[in-house]
Every structure is written in C-alpha cells, then in structure tokens.
C-alpha cells in the first residue's frame, strides 16, 4: 500500500527555532507539492518540485522558509527561524502519472 | 488570480435526504477533484474530473464538472453518518492545486 510519510506527525518549538519537516512521496511519483492549512487561511500552496526541481515556489515566505529536494526520496521544508505564525499543519503531497495528488498525513506544528 | 468558492460552507443534513455541494471558480480549467478530510486527518482524494461534462460516482457520492460555466457539483444521496466530513473541491492550474474553502458536512440521524 503506497503512501505519502511524513516526518515529525506533532512538533512543539518556540520561537526562533529551526523547524524542519520531511517528506518521503511514493515511490515513482517525480512531482512533490508543500500544502500548509490553516483555519483562517485554508489549504495553501507552499511549493513544488518535479524531477526533484524547484519549479514555484512562491507561496513561501522566501526570508524564514526553503523547500529541498536532496533526492529523489526524500523532501524537506524547513522554518529558520520559526515564528507563532507559522503554526498550522503541512502536507506533502505526491503526483505520479494518474493526475491525482496524494496527501501524507501531515505535519501539526505549534510554535510558542 | 483563480478563485474557488464553495457553497454552502457548513451542511448539517439528516440521515437519508438529498444534497448538492457546489464548486464555482474563476478561470478556465479542465481539470477539477474532489478531496474528503476528517478532522485531524489527511486529505484523501474522492473524485478527478478530466473533462467537460465528466461525471463520476462512487457510493453515495457523485461528482461532476461543466467547464464552461466553471462550475462542479457534489451531490449526496440518502447520506449517512459516515459521509460527516470536509469535502473540498480544488482547481488544477498547471499542476498546482488551487482549494475552495470546504464544506463543512454533518450529517445527522
């Protein structure tokens, strides 16, 4: 049974830490989306890679977040430094060739 | 800038009636899913609409899609408990996935 994973599924930090959040997308699947949610702004778009390429990023914060995809296994998003905001839960997500994404079971983090 | 509303946002329905969620966006795409999230949970995917006049069904559940009036429905039929959840649609625009706010489903006996 395939899946998306994600690591840590609950972290607690305060403010101005170092977060960082990593996805391992199913196998095969060349394309790798960042989703953060939140209530009041819903699902959004952080960034995505395919072929392990950045293709767009612009819906991170460039100044605190980076997105990387060291190989083709493994996606990370980091937070540096972290701030109340930021809290909210991330998803990864994976697109192999069906048209259809994927989602881990996210990320839930809370920063004080 | 593409836009994704749903309606209705909240949807508190009793057990075996009738019920169509809507998805209205704002620029042309030929492509639209349909996502279920629990609370707590992760989104899993329900439905992908491909084309104009696509209509899929499983269960209780049936999604279709007009491109031309940029509109998706998600229609219930007889709901059950099971079916309490968040449903959202969201709009592919060259691979990103652009999400509408949610309906917020509950379904009652």
């Known amino acids: 049974d395939a899946r998306v994973t994600q690591t840590p599924r609950h972290k607690v930090t305060e403010m101005g830490q170092e977060v960082t959040m990593r996805c391992q997308p199913i196998?095969?699947?060349?394309?790798v989306f960042w989703y953060r949610q939140t209530m009041m702004q819903g699902l959004e778009l952080l960034a995505y890679?395919?072929?392990?390429?950045?293709?767009?990023d612009s819906g991170m914060p460039k100044d605190r977040f980076s997105a990387e995809m060291p190989d083709a296994t493994l996606a990370t998003l980091k937070i540096q430094p972290s701030e109340p905001r930021d809290s909210a839960v991330y998803f990864c997500a994976s697109r192999g060739p069906e048209e259809t994404q994927y989602f881990g079971p996210g990320t839930r983090l809370l920063v004080l | 800038e593409l836009k994704v509303e749903q309606n209705p946002l909240f949807l508190s329905m009793q057990e075996g009636k009738n019920y169509t969620i809507y998805c209205n966006y704002s620029?042309?795409?030929?492509?639209l899913y349909w996502y279920r999230q629990d609370p707590g949970k992760s989104l899993e995917s329900l439905f992908v609409?491909?084309?104009?006049?696509a209509v899929k069904q499983e269960g209780r559940l049936m999604a279709s899609l007009d491109t031309k009036a940029r509109l998706s429905t998600l229609h219930i039929t007889a709901a059950v408990h099971d079916l309490s959840a968040t449903y959202f649609c969201a709009v592919d625009k060259m691979v990103k996935l652009i999400f509408g706010t949610g309906t917020r489903l509950q379904v009652f006996p």
């Open positions: 196998l095969g699947h060349n394309t």
């Open positions: 609409l491909l084309s104009n006049g």
């Open positions: 620029t042309t795409s030929d492509r």
């Open positions: 890679f395919r072929n392990r390429a950045p293709l767009d």
